[in-house]
């Protein structure tokens, strides 16, 4: 593999992860931070933006997935790619501390 199917392999770690809180709070019907909001990231958007923008991340997460090669028997791909997710699971821990409910 080249240099660039590890980096579609963290990227579609990171968009996998970011689509999990958006999609889940826009089925439930919650308002939840968006970059569409106002101000980006901070401001709630409607459950319907955050659906949307959760199915963004998980259409552009599969094609990365798909991009990356990512597979059980490349060790190295399934790394960079949970490399991904726990920089994004972190990221959006800190990033959502108080700004739900």
């Known amino acids: 593999m080249k ?6 392999c963290i ?3 990171l968009f996998l992860t970011n689509a999990v809180p958006h999609f ?5 019907g919650d ?7 106002n101000p980006p990231g901070k401001g709630l958007s409607s459950p319907l933006v955050n659906v949307l923008w959760g199915l963004a991340n998980l259409l552009i997460g599969y094609i990365l997935l798909i991009a990356g090669k990512v597979s059980r028997t490349n060790k190295w791909s399934l790394l960079a790619f949970f490399v991904g997710v726990v920089f994004m699971s972190i990221m959006l821990s800190i990033a ?3 700004k739900v409910h």
């Open 11 to 13: 990227f579609a770690g």
């Open 24 to 28: 889940m709070h826009g089925i439930s």
């Open 3 to 8: 240099w660039y199917h590890y980096v579609a």
């Open 96 to 98: 959502f501390v108080d």
């Open 31 to 37: 308002s939840f931070p968006s970059p569409f909001a």
